[in-house]
């Protein structure tokens, strides 16, 4: 730019001219032809992309020199040369993080979105901060994530970062998910930032800890009682927790939003722990747990996982299986299951079970082994239909949770992932206008008012009987049940106008007896299909490379029994027989 200063401001005032003139033109040409005023920059599309030139040293410039130009008349040109300075600084700053900090593109897309946030002391600080941890990934990771936030809350992240605290507890250890704001503080409520005010969905994506929120972690396991454990246990015994079977995230939302002042009755159940996510829920607990878990003979495991029916099986049931009536033909589900991929299941399909999904308690315990406080390992048989009260009523009374008091539900089957039972709950619509219907499959009673609607169900699937008749032994007898755990209930406003129609009692006991026939006849069909522990065993007997495989998995996933419980492993007879098979391997 030849001629100094005066050369510059008479440039710079032939295009600000220049630019006054074309805006002029522009609005008398709007006022004609409206259709053609140009979107605001915000609306266009490649708006976002086109952030990434405000960081640049030829418009950062160009931005000083406006301002300069404003300020004409309050001494802005004087302060014109300390500006540049100001913004070559800046820009050179920027520059070395951007080339030094293996920033993602994710963090700069941040960045550019909050221009306004940005200063040269904050891009130092950032570096600084950067450059402290450049071989904690994981925190550098966390940062990233998190930019936006980080350049709002610079200052106190940093005083985080840097204090030894974050070192011992997070950087020394390599914690994989360490937090990004200091735990302690997230705990005070006088504080400008904590738990009251951090939304749960950005306190997962810093990795904040779950701290005050439970005092009990219970280690789920696939088949081994982990549907009875969530759906009738520990909802009987009024305790809150989450649904293992969510995402992470999901239940991270779960637990971070549980009252602390409950912490007694609050428990988190992990079902999962081969996805990252579900590791980090793990990694987040920093305060002292009571840690539940279930083992049980490896071979009933695998038994239960080629027994298993497809994830979609629900979607095969259909309107006329679970609404009928005394004209209705009795229509049951084709059982499909997971590991073989057909209606049958067989025992080749054992090459197709991931058993990093099944023996996995191991691996958690050594995880949570700086937060536990006690160990409650219990055998899968103090869970059966038998003991599962009993041993819910001792768990409550020594942890100081609630105990159950309704010993009917736990004397049941809950899980029915064999295909047992799956068709129910059915419903059945008892109307005089059946009586003397001779059309079958007609629907017609369900629409029609007057009926009566009898529930055929169980005490796990209908633990609420409030409202409600029990009419079993009215209309079964003294019948002998395949499962006794069914259940037949009428509304109580309805039970009276069933019993004072005898003709319609009579007819829908009948029905109900041949249906109650028909849907054993279905469940021994797939009672006699069902694989059996001494196939296992049998199968297993030429198979030694898969024996070796199972045998290591399962020994290493045994360790904490093995040191603590024996007598468990003497236990398990169909585990003992399997070590036999595996004494000269």
Same mark, same amino acid.
């Given at each position: 730019?030849?001629?100094?200063?005066?050369?510059?401001?008479?440039?710079?005032?032939?295009?600000?001219?220049?630019?006054?003139?074309?805006?002029?033109?522009?609005? *008398?040409?709007?006022?004609?032809?409206?259709?053609?005023?140009?979107?605001?920059?915000?609306?266009?599309?490649?708006?976002?992309?086109?952030?990434?030139?405000?960081? $640049?040293?030829?418009?950062?410039?160009?931005?000083?020199?406006?301002?300069?130009?404003?300020?004409?008349?309050?001494?802005?040109?004087?302060?014109?040369?300390?500006?540049?300075?100001?913004?070559?600084?800046?820009?050179?700053?920027?520059?070395?993080?951007?080339?030094?900090?293996?920033?993602?593109?994710?963090?700069?897309?941040?960045?550019?979105?909050?221009?306004?946030?940005? %200063?040269?002391?904050?891009?130092?600080?950032?570096?600084?901060?950067?450059?402290?941890?450049?071989?904690?990934?994981?925190?550098?990771?966390?940062?990233?994530?998190?930019? @936006?936030?980080?350049?709002?809350? /610079?200052?106190?992240?940093?005083?985080?970062?840097?204090?030894?605290?974050?070192?011992?507890?997070?950087?020394? =250890?390599?914690?994989?998910?360490?937090?990004?704001?200091?735990?302690?503080?997230?705990?005070?409520?006088?504080?400008?930032?904590?738990?009251?005010?951090?939304?749960?969905?950005?306190?997962?994506?810093?990795?904040?800890?779950?701290?005050?929120?439970?005092?009990?972690?219970?280690?789920?396991?696939?088949?081994?009682?982990?549907?009875?454990?969530?759906?009738?246990?520990?909802?009987?015994?009024?305790?809150?927790?989450?649904?293992?079977?969510?995402?992470?995230?999901?239940?991270?939302?779960?637990?971070?939003?549980?009252?602390?002042?409950?912490?007694?009755?609050?428990?988190?159940?992990?079902?999962?722990?081969?996805?990252?996510?579900?590791?980090?829920?793990?990694?987040?607990?920093?305060?002292?747990?009571?840690?539940?878990?279930?083992?049980?003979?490896?071979?009933?495991? &695998?038994? $239960?996982?080629?027994?298993?029916?497809?994830?979609?099986?629900?979607?095969?049931?259909?309107?006329?299986?679970?609404?009928?009536?005394?004209?209705?033909?009795?229509?049951?589900?084709?059982?499909?299951?997971?590991?073989?991929?057909?209606?049958?299941?067989?025992?080749?399909?054992?090459?197709?079970?991931?058993?990093?999904?099944?023996?996995?308690?191991?691996?958690?315990?050594?995880?949570?082994?700086?937060?536990?406080?006690? &160990?409650?390992?219990?055998?899968?048989?103090? /869970?059966?239909?038998?003991?599962?009260?009993?041993?819910?009523?001792?768990?409550? $009374?020594?942890?100081?949770? =609630?105990?159950?008091?309704?010993?009917?539900?736990?004397?049941?089957?809950?899980?029915?992932?064999?295909?047992?039972?799956?068709?129910?709950?059915?419903?059945?619509?008892?109307?005089?206008?059946?009586?003397?219907?001779?059309?079958?499959?007609?629907?017609?009673?369900?629409?029609?008012?007057?009926?009566?609607?009898?529930?055929?169900?169980?005490?796990?699937?209908?633990?609420?009987? %409030?409202?409600?008749?029990?009419?079993?032994? @009215?209309?079964?007898?003294?019948?002998?049940?395949?499962?006794?755990?069914?259940?037949?209930?009428?509304?109580?406003?309805?039970?009276?106008?069933?019993?004072?129609?005898?003709?319609?009692?009579?007819?829908?006991?009948?029905?109900?007896?041949?249906?109650?026939?028909?849907?054993?006849?279905?469940? *021994?069909?797939?009672?006699?299909?069902?694989?059996?522990?001494?196939?296992?065993?049998?199968?297993?007997?030429?198979?030694?490379?898969?024996?070796?495989?199972?045998?290591?998995?399962?020994?290493?996933?045994?360790?904490?029994?093995? @040191?603590?419980?024996?007598?468990?492993?003497?236990?398990?007879?169909?585990?003992?027989?399997?070590?036999?098979?595996?004494?000269?391997?």
């Amino acid at each position: 730019m030849g001629g100094g200063v005066i050369s510059l401001i008479y440039k710079l005032y032939k295009i600000k001219k220049e630019h006054f003139l074309q805006r002029k033109i522009y609005k *008398q040409i709007i006022q004609v032809f409206p259709h053609l005023t140009y979107p605001k920059l915000e609306n266009c599309k490649d708006y976002n992309q086109a952030l990434v030139y405000k960081l $640049h040293l030829s418009y950062m410039i160009g931005t000083v020199l406006i301002q300069a130009d404003k300020n004409k008349f309050k001494g802005g040109y004087f302060r014109l040369y300390k500006n540049m300075k100001q913004v070559r600084l800046f820009y050179n700053a920027l520059k070395d993080f951007k080339e030094n900090k293996n920033i993602p593109m994710k963090a700069f897309d941040i960045l550019y979105k909050n221009i306004n946030l940005i %200063s040269l002391e904050k891009i130092k600080e950032i570096s600084f901060i950067c450059d402290l941890h450049k071989d904690y990934i994981p925190i550098l990771d966390n940062i990233y994530q998190n930019f @936006e936030f980080v350049l709002k809350n /610079i200052e106190l992240i940093k005083e985080w970062l840097i204090s030894d605290d974050f070192n011992q507890k997070y950087k020394k =250890t390599n914690h994989p998910y360490p937090s990004l704001l200091d735990p302690r503080k997230l705990n005070d409520t006088n504080e400008k930032i904590n738990y009251n005010n951090i939304p749960a969905e950005l306190a997962w994506n810093m990795n904040l800890p779950l701290m005050g929120k439970f005092n009990k972690v219970f280690l789920l396991s696939p088949s081994s009682g982990t549907v009875a454990i969530q759906f009738i246990f520990l909802p009987s015994c009024k305790i809150n927790f989450n649904s293992a079977w969510d995402q992470a995230s999901k239940i991270y939302f779960c637990l971070y939003h549980m009252k602390n002042g409950d912490i007694v009755n609050n428990i988190f159940c992990i079902l999962s722990n081969k996805q990252n996510d579900h590791i980090k829920n793990l990694f987040l607990i920093q305060n002292k747990v009571d840690v539940f878990c279930v083992y049980r003979d490896p071979v009933s495991i &695998i038994k $239960h996982a080629l027994n298993h029916i497809g994830a979609y099986e629900i979607t095969k049931i259909t309107k006329k299986m679970r609404q009928i009536n005394l004209v209705s033909d009795f229509y049951f589900p084709s059982i499909y299951y997971h590991y073989s991929k057909n209606y049958k299941p067989n025992l080749e399909s054992i090459y197709n079970i991931n058993f990093d999904g099944y023996f996995f308690i191991k691996d958690r315990l050594e995880i949570l082994k700086p937060v536990i406080k006690n &160990i409650e390992c219990i055998e899968f048989s103090q /869970i059966n239909t038998t003991n599962a009260f009993n041993t819910f009523t001792k768990l409550a $009374h020594k942890y100081g949770f =609630t105990p159950p008091n309704d010993p009917i539900l736990f004397q049941g089957r809950v899980n029915r992932h064999q295909g047992d039972l799956w068709v129910l709950p059915v419903k059945f619509r008892a109307h005089s206008y059946d009586l003397y219907n001779k059309t079958k499959n007609d629907s017609t009673s369900f629409a029609l008012e007057g009926g009566v609607e009898i529930i055929i169900t169980t005490h796990q699937l209908h633990s609420n009987k %409030s409202g409600f008749v029990d009419i079993t032994k @009215e209309i079964f007898d003294d019948r002998k049940l395949m499962f006794d755990n069914i259940i037949l209930l009428v509304k109580s406003n309805e039970y009276e106008m069933l019993k004072n129609n005898q003709e319609l009692f009579l007819a829908s006991k009948k029905y109900l007896n041949d249906y109650m026939d028909a849907l054993e006849k279905h469940e *021994q069909k797939i009672k006699d299909n069902l694989i059996t522990e001494e196939q296992i065993l049998d199968y297993l007997k030429d198979k030694k490379d898969l024996r070796i495989k199972l045998k290591q998995l399962i020994d290493d996933d045994l360790t904490y029994v093995r @040191e603590n419980h024996p007598e468990y492993l003497q236990k398990w007879k169909y585990y003992q027989e399997f070590e036999k098979l595996c004494e000269n391997d």
